[in-house]
Antibody
């Protein structure tokens, strides 16, 4: 069974750094890309970027480029989303998901990680 | 990159059929067959319902179907059930730098 398990909820202050994780299991980790999706409170889904689990190549939405970094550690089948300096506006639920090559659909999703940034 | 537009809300009675539209441009919805649809219940992760415009993943009811004409993709749900009440999002590959774009989302209410 394909599973993506995300790290737990985080409460941070503005300016702090953060890395959240997404561990895949039940499949060949290089089969799918991994994508991250933001959902601000009461709002819609926003595509943030993706990483190729084979060669770590990344694409970012211009809305998130330069503010977040997506990375991967194939040895532990885990993808990461990190911030070097959080803002209050980063408060949101963050989902990781698989992204199918050549289809761009996401079959499998993590349970979500709630990030709260508040002074 | 603007998000494809969707109606803010649609509604229908149990047993009826509804259609949700997703209107983009030639750079995304209109230009490629890579349109997906997701269902999201409150407090839950999204679930893939349709991929590649009209294909259903294994386990998704055949009451859900997808199509596309020009720059507009559509998700149709027949035989509405109470559990279909949720938010629905389209997504598409885009030739812009962002790679993938989500629609703004539609809230489906089953009356």
């Amino acid at each position: 069974e394909v599973q993506l398990v995300q790290s737990g909820a985080e409460v941070k202050k503005p300016g702090e750094s953060l890395r959240i994780s997404c561990q895949g299991s039940g499949y060949d980790f290089t089969t799918y890309w991994i994508t991250w999706v933001r959902q601000m409170p009461g709002k819609g889904l926003e595509w943030m970027g993706r990483i190729d689990s084979t060669d770590s190549y990344t694409n970012y939405s211009p809305s998130f480029q330069g503010h977040v970094t997506i990375s991967i550690d194939k040895s532990i089948t885990t993808a990461y989303l990190q911030w070097s300096s959080l803002k209050a506006s980063d408060t949101a639920m963050y989902y990781c998901a698989t992204l199918t090559r050549g289809s761009y659909g996401s079959d499998y999703w993590g349970q979500g990680t709630l990030v709260t940034v508040s002074s | 990159q603007s998000a494809p537009t969707q109606p803010a809300s649609v509604s229908g009675s149990p047993g009826q059929s509804i259609t949700i539209s997703c209107t983009g441009t030639y750079r995304d919805v209109g230009g490629y067959k890579y349109v997906s649809w997701y269902q999201q219940h409150p407090g839950k992760a999204p679930k893939l319902m349709i991929y590649d415009v009209s294909n259903r993943p294994s386990g998704v009811s055949n009451r859900f179907s997808g199509s596309k004409s020009g720059n507009t993709a559509s998700l149709s749900i027949s035989g509405l059930q109470a559990d279909d009440e949720a938010d629905y999002y389209c997504s598409s590959f885009t030739s812009s730098s962002t790679l993938v774009v989500f629609g703004v989302g539609t809230k489906l209410t089953v009356l």
